[in-house]
């Protein structure tokens, strides 16, 4: 199939990416123009194990990228991945969505056959009308041919193109069956693979699956962390309980990891939008008020406890990983940000090392001090924290004598060394 692609995010690009690789024809469109330079150099604009490969094979081949929306109304399909930021209350801006859809509606207004375009981004049920509406205001008497639906991505940010191949479950919302049928044409060759459930639903349903699954798996943790902190103060460790209580099937064994918490381009997000708009609907989610509450909580405990060890007024602190999770540079609603502006607050010099996210935190935090080593970090440090499980920290040994005071409060459980070092973990 011919499949547009509009924005070429984190989101966008590996979907252009993996829809090339299974076979389609694919036009990458963004604004920017060094993105769109990029990826028609057959590079990623992000960090994300496995795209470069993909991008490399198919760009100029089955995968273009342009800022120009030209391509749109050939196509059979076009995706809508444009980002969907936070507004001050916590709502969706649905202003870069909304110039993206009025595009394509501009783009598609000379068309006299049916256009399916369907909306990737992250939105609220009741957003969907005012990007209707933007597809209309941009396609005039031709909008009668369109058709929005809907298709939520899950993909995790550090494993995108390997969720993406694999996914839990397609979700497709649409209301004309037509339209149903040409999204499932679109992951016919992915689930030839890898079956997976498809949940075929209208558009507001399927956007809505989108933030339940978020504010789940966001509350998820929220509890774990609320329960790690209580076996903390009993002086017992968290993980042995939840390995014991993640043996019931009801409740699993994954997302059990306590921490300093959940950050990132989604759940905060997600979460925020999803108690903004119930609170406009008028009902007051109190549960996930309270899982945003812990999840604030967090690095206060974290650097809390390095206070109980360290008197942080001109101490020199190494803090370990900056990206919200390992395997990606993304440093959107990082816990390393709210951990770093404390411990300033409580007069510390900061010495920051991640493997890939020193220079997006460098722009947002450029006041600190960045090592290209996380031995160079803890050199000479008067104490570290840890809040990015990278697997390097793991192995980290002979590196924590090289500080002056060698504490560790671990915000993750990755560290392996407990001998020979004052190791404090937040939950265990
Ligand atoms: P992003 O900010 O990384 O990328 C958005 C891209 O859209 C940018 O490259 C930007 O230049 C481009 N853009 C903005 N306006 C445009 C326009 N008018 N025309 C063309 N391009 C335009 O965003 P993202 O992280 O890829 O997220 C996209 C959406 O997917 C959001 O709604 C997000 O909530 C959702 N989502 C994200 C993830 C994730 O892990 N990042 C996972 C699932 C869903």
Redesign the pocket.
């Known amino acids: 199939m011919d499949i547009s692609v509009?924005?070429?995010?984190?989101?966008?690009?590996?979907l252009a990416a993996c829809l090339a690789d299974i076979g389609h024809e694919v036009t990458a469109?963004?604004?920017?123009e060094e993105?769109v330079r990029t990826l028609n150099d057959g590079r990623a604009?992000?960090e994300e194990p496995g795209l470069e490969a993909l991008l490399a094979t198919h760009a100029g081949d089955r995968l273009t990228a342009t800022?120009s929306?030209d391509a749109v109304p050939d196509s059979d399909v076009t995706f809508l991945?444009?980002?969907?930021?936070s507004n001050d209350d916590g709502s969706?801006d649905l202003g870069?969505?909304e110039?993206?859809a009025e595009?394509t509606g501009n783009a598609l207004a000379d068309i006299d056959d049916r256009h399916l375009v369907v909306v990737?981004?992250?939105?609220t049920p009741p957003s969907l009308e005012r990007i209707q509406a933007a597809l209309e205001r941009g396609a005039g008497a031709a909008a009668e041919h369109i058709e929005m639906g809907m298709n939520?991505?899950?993909?995790?940010?550090g494993t995108?193109v390997d969720d993406f191949r694999h996914p839990d479950k397609v979700v497709i919302g649409a209301n004309a069956d037509w339209a149903t049928d040409r999204l499932n044409a679109v992951f016919d060759p992915l689930l030839e693979d890898h079956s997976a459930p498809v949940v075929e639903t209208d558009p507001e349903t399927a956007a809505m699956i989108?933030y339940a699954n978020n504010a789940f798996l966001a509350t998820k943790i929220s509890l774990v962390n609320d329960l790690g902190n209580v076996c903390k103060e009993f002086g017992l460790d968290a993980y042995e309980v939840m390995e014991a209580v993640g043996l019931d099937d009801r409740i699993s064994e994954q997302f059990l990891r306590s921490g300093v918490g959940w950050g990132?381009?989604?759940f905060p997000?997600?979460v925020d939008a999803v108690r903004a708009a119930a609170r406009d609907a008028g009902y007051d989610p109190a549960v996930l008020e309270a899982a945003v509450e812990v999840n604030e909580r967090q690095p206060e405990r974290l650097v809390d406890r390095l206070k109980q060890h360290v008197d942080l007024e001109g101490a020199q602190i190494a803090v370990l990983g900056l990206a919200f999770k390992p395997q990606t540079d993304?440093i959107?609603n990082s816990r390393s940000i709210p951990v770093i502006e404390l411990l300033r607050d409580h007069g510390a010099e900061i010495v920051a090392y991640d493997p890939v996210a020193n220079e997006p935190m460098r722009e947002r935090i450029p006041a600190i001090e960045y090592a290209t080593t996380a031995k160079a970090a803890l050199s000479d440090s008067d104490g570290a924290v840890v809040v990015t499980d990278w697997d390097e920290f793991a192995a980290l040994d002979d590196a924590f004598d090289e500080m002056a005071n060698p504490v560790v409060v671990d915000g993750r459980r990755i560290i392996e060394r407990r001998d020979g070092i004052t190791y404090d973990g937040l939950t265990w």
């Not at 990737?120 to 939105?123: E, G, L």
């Open positions: 509009i924005g070429s995010g984190y989101v966008g690009t590996t469109i963004d604004i920017d993105i604009p992000i800022t929306y991945a444009v980002g969907t930021p969706i870069p969505l110039a993206a595009a990737k981004s992250t939105v939520p991505e899950f993909l995790r940010e995108a989108k990132g381009s989604c997000k997600d993304d959107r």
